[in-house]
């Protein structure tokens, strides 16, 4: 299986990398549109900050790219803001893929989001066979609003998207890569769609 991991400049992208290399795959850190057009899965993840991840799709014609794929696409963390319409942080038209737009958490408690947590109504392919009690680790300052796209939602300070579908898209806010036996599932099955 070609597994490509898109290229933008964002951070924590080598544990995604180590995390697949555990199912015996070799998947290719790479902004070559020729090669993630071939892949047959490809991965959005990374953290970062909106504006300049969006600057960097531009800049490379990646943003165009990553709308029109058509095998399966999952975002991870930034991964799936970026994904999302509009950005609070810096102001940042994102790819548009769903509707939502994404929002700074309210200063009410610690920000960011740091730590673990349950997801709430699991109707997402990525979280089959998903224990009920699962935890998966997040590390964000920024949320999507829930939508017609949530998939489940978990709560911190207030409700927002822990996963979302959109045809060949899927998107989560955990570090799936960072949660253990539970996000190895969850990879194992978006490599299995």
Request: aromatic share 10%; glycine share 8%.
């Amino acid at each position: 299986m070609k597994v490509a991991i898109i290229k933008y400049n964002a951070g924590n992208v080598q544990s995604v990398i180590y995390a697949l290399q555990r199912f015996g795959l070799e998947p290719k850190l790479t902004d070559d549109v020729e090669y993630i057009q071939q892949a047959d899965k490809v991965i959005f993840p990374g953290q970062g900050e909106a504006s300049s991840a969006i600057r960097y799709l531009k800049n490379n014609k990646l943003d165009q790219l990553i709308t029109n794929l058509t095998q399966p696409v999952l975002g991870i963390c930034i991964g799936l803001q970026l994904m999302c319409s509009h950005s609070e942080e810096g102001d940042t038209p994102c790819l548009g893929i769903f509707k939502e737009k994404v929002k700074k958490f309210p200063p009410q408690d610690k920000v960011p989001h740091m730590g673990w947590n349950t997801l709430e109504a699991k109707q997402s392919k990525l979280l089959h066979g998903l224990r009920g009690d699962a935890y998966l680790y997040y590390v964000h300052s920024y949320f999507a609003e829930i939508g017609e796209e949530t998939t489940a939602s978990t709560n911190y300070i207030l409700p927002f998207s822990a996963v979302m579908e959109k045809d060949n898209f899927y998107a989560i806010q955990a570090h799936p890569e960072k949660s253990g036996k539970d996000g190895e599932l969850i990879l194992k099955n978006f490599l299995d769609l």
